[in-house]
């Protein structure tokens, strides 16, 4: 299984992005993002089931999107109002149970990262 990713770039705080994740499978039940910097551990931006349920990171709620396309197996997010604070890699997922997905990175399909940068 393969995840495919893409979008990110340079972009001023205050600015807007779209990531795009494509799964190489039929649908994943829960698929989503996570973001990483130097240092630090991967952690959750935002996840979503098949059936609609969304998760976000407290600290993008109200600024960034998910949303899916389960006919093209596809992930979105719409990342807005950026601040440097998000500049990260950002890593497409996706698992078929709910604990895969949000508690046990190991069983996570992951894809190949996709760099955000936000400048001040």
């Known amino acids: 299984v393969q995840l495919q990713a893409s979008g990110g770039g340079l972009v001023q705080a205050g600015g807007s992005l779209r990531l795009s994740c494509t799964a190489s499978k039929s649908t994943f039940n829960y698929m989503g993002w996570f973001r990483q910097t130097p240092g630090k551990q991967r952690e959750l931006v935002a996840g979503?089931?098949?059936?609609?349920?969304?998760n976000y990171a407290d600290s993008v709620n109200g600024r960034f999107t998910i949303s899916r396309d389960n006919n093209k197996n596809t992930v979105y997010l719409q990342m807005d109002s950026l601040k440097p604070g998000d500049t990260a890699i950002y890593y497409c997922?996706?698992?078929?149970?709910?604990?895969?997905?949000?508690?046990?990175?190991?069983?996570?399909?992951w894809g190949q990262g996709t760099l955000v940068t936000v400048s001040s």
């Open positions: 997922a996706a698992a078929d149970r709910w604990n895969y997905f949000y508690r046990d990175e190991g069983h996570r399909a």
């Open positions: 979503m089931s098949s059936e609609g349920v969304i």
